[in-house]
């Protein structure tokens, strides 16, 4: 949907400090920006393709969120 080049994988720290952006994802966290790696500082959570992923992640999970009842034994 988005026409951003997109490269997951394992990198090279010379290869990591190249990039425009970087942001990592998880199921906990979602989307999460990178500000500084190393020497390089990126944009982070300001960033034109971070914004651009988090915008259709929250288009993509409002529609699929549902609740989940959790119960601890305690």
């Known amino acids: 949907p988005l026409n951003i080049p997109l490269k997951t994988g394992n990198y090279k720290i010379e290869e990591l400090v190249q990039a425009d ?25 300001e960033g ?3 914004q651009s992923y988090l915008s259709l992640y929250k288009a993509h999970t409002k529609e ?11």
């Open 21 to 45: 952006e970087v942001f990592l994802t998880n199921s906990i966290q979602e989307l999460v920006p990178v500000k500084r790696f190393e020497h390089k500082v990126f944009p982070g959570a």
């Open 48 to 50: 034109e393709v971070f």
């Open 64 to 74: 699929k969120r549902r609740t989940i009842d959790v119960f601890l034994k305690g």
